[in-house]
């Protein structure tokens, strides 16, 4: 897996770290079985007690995450009053999530090395036989859900020597059982809009029920989300790259940016924005570019960023 480190924000003084997140690419072959993996690594970084919160977006993936050093605890009011929100110690130092329909916040007690390693869902499903609808909006120490075979696996990727050598294994070890078991024609995109497509075209394909309720009841079944929540997401998704691109430049404008993603007006964009992340654009934009605790959305915008560069 290729390595993106999170880029320096707009703002560098409000965000002392710009090397704490990193982000690994699954090799091509592995594609459409992992989404990528996340490394936060906050051991030597002094940080405020509000720079240590961890926000996510509503996401269709599953997650393994390992705490190699250190400890978060769950924030249970999600984004909207998060300051202030019960905080509740995770009950495993390795954890699998199912896809979340809504954002989702952490805080880290202090530093932190953290692995997090993405997987498309119906991968999940068709390698550790887990469902992901019965995991949605849900995260549950790995022990109460793995098969024995799978928490060895885990945790050997944690006694592993480093983040490389985790990589190493994980792409070997998963590579062949992927390849045996993988769905034919997928498509060349991980975007969030184009996996949804593919799922609904291969739903509408397969079995012997098509009809609209069928095809629907299949998609959820694979992912744990109706089609419209994908495509939900596959559209905002478009928007955050679209936006992350446009202040680069200094050219972003929420008319254009909501256009050129597919939505109805601004104000579509906006509401969706904040039914998904938490945060109205604006405000949104402003926290990726100076909030430490942003730092997933920098990097996994950086990857689009570094997709587009001329070559």
Known sequence: MPALESPSTHNTHKTPSTDTARLYLPRPSLAHCLRGTLVRDTRGVTLTDAQRFNFFPATPYCAITWFLEGESLEVQDGTRHYADSPRTPYRARILFSGPFSQPYVSWSTGPLYCFMLGWMPQAAQALMGLDPGVYANKVVPASEV????????????????????????????????????????MPGSQLVEDWAQHLATRAATSGLGRSLRQVERRIKQWTGMPLRELKGMGKLERAFFETLLAMETGTDKWSDVAEEAGYTDQSHLCRQTRRLTGFAPDDLRRRIAEDEGFWSYRVWGFQEQARKAPR
Do not use: N, Y
């Open 146 to 185: 793995m098969s024995p075979e799978w928490l060895d696996w885990c945790h050997r990727v944690r006694d592993a020597a480093d983040d490389q050598a985790r990589i190493q294994f994980i792409e070997a070890t998963l590579e062949p059982k992927w390849q045996a078991l993988r769905p034919e024609g």
